[in-house]
C-alpha cells in the first residue's frame, strides 16, 4: 500500500503545525518521520488517521483519497504514543476490539486474537489489564490492537518515547524484524534520530510544519540538505565565516570554499570526526588546545579550544586514535579539518575543502 | 438533605496518603478530636436519635400505621415517581453536557459551565417560584396550557420540573472532572479501529465512567427525593396527591401530629443513610478506576 501525500497544510489557530507537506511512502517500506517537537510529525500522522482533517492538500492510499473516508473507514492501524489502552477491558479484549466492533463470529476472533499474542509474546497476559503490565508491554498490546484487522498501512506516535533505554533498544530491533516479517506500510514518528536511523528504510526530516529532506538515513546523515538537518543529525561544530573570494574566512583561518552564493556572512558546518587531531604541525594545520577527554562508546571526544578561530570545538575521535595520541588535558594540538560544510540560503549544499 | 459533597479523587490519586507525624502536644490533638466529635455529636447524632425516638414513642404499631397511612404511601409512592423521572433525565443530561464540555471547545461553553451550578446557587424556593411564573395559571405559558389542558403547576409535571431542575447539577458536575482527567484518546483509538459513535460510547466511555456517574446519580436521587423548597412551591400540598415525603411530613407535623411526622420522616433518613453508604462504597470505586 502506497501512501501519497501532496500539498497538506494545517493550521491550528495562528500555529502553521503543518505547511505545503508533499511526500511518498512506497509500499511495504519503514519510514520515519524525524523531527523536534512542533514539527509537524504527529499533526501528520493524524490526518493520515482521519483524527484532524487537514485545511488543504490531500492524501491517498494506493490512489484512493482518504478525504473520502471517515477515521472509522479508513482501516488504519494507529499506535498512540501513550498506548490509549483500554483501561477497563484485559489484552485479549483490547486487541480483540477491532474485531468485535465489526461483529465477527467469534471463533474468527479468537483466532486471530491468539495469533497476535503469539506475535508479541504475550500468550499467558491475556487476562491482565493494561495497568497490569509493563510499559513494553503495553506497548506491544497496542501494536498488536492496531494489527488486529488487518490495516492497510501502520502508524506509530513516538512508539519507543515513554520507555526506558534499554526495553527500548529491544523494541526497536523487535519492530524492525516484524516489518521484515509482515511488510507493512509504517510510518513512524520519532525525534530520536539513533532510532529512525536503525529502524526506517528512509527518513523523512521535519521542522516548522515543513519537510526540510527525505533520504535513506545514510543519504541525509552524509548529504544534508541544508543547515536544520546538518544541526538535527548528530552534533556539529557551527563556526561563524566571512566569505569572499572563494574563501571563507573564520577567526585567522581560510578556508576554500568551491563556491558560495548568498550572503557575505554564513555559517561553517563541521562534523566533531571530521576534525584531525596531530601531535606535530603539518602544512594548514590550525593550533589548538585540549580541553577535555571525554570516553565514549567507541572513542574519545575531545573538547579543543581554538583561538585561532575565536571558538570551541569538538572533535570525536575513534579509540585507536586516540590511544595512539594519548591526549590529556592542556596539550598543545593540531587540527586539519577533512570536510567542512557551507549552506546557501535555499540552495544545495557547496562542498567545501580545508 | 445532606449539602456536604465528597471530592471524587482524580484516578490514580492515593486513596490513602500516610499521614505525617504531628508534633502538636497531646492536649491540642485531645481537644480538637473532642470539639470535632462535639460538633458531630450534638448537630448530626442527637437530632438523628431524636427522630427516631419521637417516630417511635408510641410504640411500633404506631409506626406502622403512620407509614402504612394511604395518604403516606401516596407520598412516598410520588417521591419515587418524581425522582424516577428527573434522575434519567439528568442522567442524559448530565452524560452529554459532560461530554460536551470535556471534549469541545465551543463558544458559550464557560456559561454552560456557570449555568449548570446555578441551581446550587439559587434558593429552591426561588427556583419553585419561577416555575409558577412560567407554567401557572396567571404564568407566561399559562393560557396556552390551559387551553390545551395541560396542568403543570400543582401537579406531576411541575414537581418532576421543580426536582429535575433543583438536581440537574449533580451528574454534571461529576463526570466534567472525571471525563477532563480522563481524556479523550481511548475513544479516538476505538474510532481508528472502526467502531462508530455509538459503539464508541457503549464500548469505552460508559465503562470508563461508570462509577463517576453512578455517585452523581446517587447524589442526585437523595436531593431528588429529599428536595422540599422548589417542590413545596409548585405542589400545592393536596393530600394523597401532590404531596411528596418531605411535603407529608410539613403537614403532619403543622397539625400537631409529631409521631407520624417523625415516623415519616425516619423513612427520608433512612433512605439518606442508604445513599451515604452507597456514596462511600462507589466513592472508592471512583477513586480505583
Known sequence: ?354 | MIEARAVAAPAGAPANAPVAANDEPAWVRRIVIAVAIGFVGLFVLVPLAAVFGEAFRRGIAAYGRAITDPVALSAVKLTFLAAGIAVPLNVVFGVAASWAIARFRFPGRSILITLIDLPLAVSPVIAGMVFVLLFGRQGLLGPWLSAHGIQVIFALPGIVLATTFVTFPFVARELIPLMEAQGAEEEEAAIVLGATGWQTFLRVTLPKIKWGLLYGVVLCTARAMGEFGAVSVVSGHIRGRTNTLPLHVEILYNEYEYQAAFAVASLLVLLALASLVARRVIARRVETT
Open chain 1, 1 to 354: 500500500m502506497t501512501i501519497e501525500v501532496r500539498g497538506l497544510s494545517k493550521q491550528f489557530g495562528k500555529f502553521a503545525a503543518l505547511d505545503n507537506v508533499s511526500l511518498d511512502v512506497p509500499g511495504g517500506s519503514l519510514v520515519a518521520l524525524l523531527g523536534p517537537s512542533g514539527s509537524g510529525k504527529t499533526t501528520l500522522l493524524r490526518i493520515l488517521a482521519g483524527l484532524e482533517r487537514p485545511d488543504a492538500g490531500f492524501a491517498r492510499i494506493d490512489g484512493l483519497d482518504l478525504a473520502s473516508q471517515s477515521a472509522r473507514q479508513r482501516n488504519i492501524g494507529l499506535v498512540f504514543q501513550h498506548y490509549a489502552l483500554f483501561r477497563h477491558l484485559d489484552v485479549y479484549e483490547n486487541i480483540a476490539f477491532a474485531l468485535r466492533v465489526r461483529k465477527r463470529p467469534r471463533a474468527e476472533v479468537d483466532a486471530r486474537v491468539r495469533e497476535l499474542l503469539a506475535l508479541i509474546q504475550l500468550e499467558s497476559f491475556e487476562r491482565r489489564l493494561p495497568s497490569q503490565l509493563s510499559g513494553g508491554q503495553r506497548q506491544r498490546v497496542a501494536l498488536a490492537r492496531a494489527l488486529a484487522a488487518r490495516p492497510r498501512v501502520l502508524l506509530l506516535d513516538e512508539p519507543f518515547g515513554a520507555l526506558d533505554a534499554q526495553v527500548r533498544a529491544e523494541l526497536r530491533s523487535w519492530l524492525r524484524r516484524l516489518h521484515d516479517e509482515i511488510h507493512l506500510t509504517t510510518v513512524f514518528v520519532t525525534h530520536d534520530q539513533d532510532e529512525a536511523f536503525e529502524v526506517a528504510d528512509r527518513v523523512v526530516v521535519m521542522n516548522h510544519g515543513k519537510v526540510e529532506q527525505i533520504g535513506a538515513p545514510a543519504e541525509v546523515f552524509e548529504h544534508p540538505a541544508n543547515d536544520f538537518v546538518m544541526r538535527f543529525l548528530g552534533h556539529v561544530n557551527v563556526l561563524d565565516a566571512e566569505f569572499a573570494d572563494g574563501h571563507a574566512r573564520i577567526g585567522e583561518v581560510r578556508l576554500a570554499v568551491a563556491e558560495h552564493r548568498g550572503d557575505s556572512h554564513g555559517r561553517v558546518y563541521v562534523r566533531p570526526h571530521d576534525v584531525e587531531v596531530a601531535r606535530t604541525r603539518a602544512d594548514g594545520a590550525i593550533p589548538a588546545r585540549v580541553v577535555r577527554v571525554t570516553p565514549l562508546s567507541g572513542g574519545l571526544k575531545v573538547d579543543l579550544s581554538v583561538p585561532a578561530l575565536g571558538s570551541r570545538l569538538r572533535a570525536d575521535l575513534d579509540w585507536e586514535r586516540g590511544t595512539a595520541l594519548g591526549l590529556r588535558d592542556g596539550d598543545d594540538v593540531f587540527l586539519s579539518l577533512r570536510r567542512a560544510r557551507v549552506f546557501a540560503q535555499g540552495e544545495a549544499p557547496v562542498a567545501a575543502v580545508a
